[in-house]
T-cell receptor, first 114, second 114 residues
């Protein structure tokens, strides 16, 4: 089944404790992206990647890191989480060729930073 | 910067009636548009997309209308069902920008009254 998976789905942590949220897709998509979703603010892009070893900042990159060592994986790293990073996070992927721009979303990771 | 907004944050519709969800965008260079559905606790799901060279596109029970003159698009859902209850997002992108970025609206919550 074609899908985007994220782990963990739920995470409660404390300020300053490094964490990684994994994202993996099995559709051979070039493009991958991380979003956070907050009430009243909609989906905001954190980082994106056009292909392996190519990453770029989105609208709200502060406090986050990403890497793209393999095509299928795009982990989101919070080196020193803070309470304002409490949010619902989505990973998404799509083809970067012509014809479609549909982004496929993962199920989300709900992060709480105490 | 680019903004994609919605005219109504909430919409209540009687089961069996048609629903219309509206969206305005500000970037005149946007040339593709997508509607997503997000059910509670899930990631956004693709519904339908439309390119700027089209005014109308139909899917199963859904129709998207695009008015480039006033930078407005709408999603029409025919014979609305309880399973249509969700938050609906519009998103826009600019294929000529060299990336596959989408800008998302904040969402309209559709509630279907049985």
């Amino acid at each position: 089944e074609a899908q985007v998976t994220q782990n963990p789905r739920y995470l409660i942590t404390v300020t300053g404790k490094k964490l990684t949220v994994t994202c993996s897709q099995n559709m051979n998509h070039e493009y991958m992206s991380w979003y956070r979703q907050d009430p009243g603010l909609g989906l905001r892009q954190i980082y994106y990647s056009m292909n392996v070893e190519v990453t770029d900042k989105g609208d709200v990159p502060e406090g986050y890191k990403v890497s793209r060592k393999e095509k299928r994986n795009f982990p989101l790293i919070l080196e020193s989480p803070s309470p304002n990073q409490t949010s619902l996070y989505f990973c998404a992927s799509s083809f970067s060729g012509t014809g479609t721009y549909e982004q496929f979303f993962g199920p989300g990771t709900r992060l709480t930073v105490l | 910067g680019e903004s994609v907004g919605l005219h109504l944050p909430t919409l209540s519709v009687q089961e069996g009636d048609n629903s219309i969800i509206n969206c305005a965008y500000s970037n005149s260079a946007s040339d593709y548009f997508i509607w997503y559905k997000q059910e509670s606790g899930k990631g956004p799901q693709f519904i339908i997309d439309i390119r700027s060279n089209m005014d109308k596109r139909q899917g199963q029970r859904v129709t998207v209308l695009l008015n480039k003159t006033v930078k407005h698009l709408s999603l029409q859902i025919a014979a609305t069902q309880p399973g249509d209850s969700a938050v609906y997002f519009c998103a826009s992108g600019e294929s000529g920008a060299g990336s596959y970025q989408l800008t998302f609206g904040k969402g309209t919550k559709l509630s279907v009254i049985p």
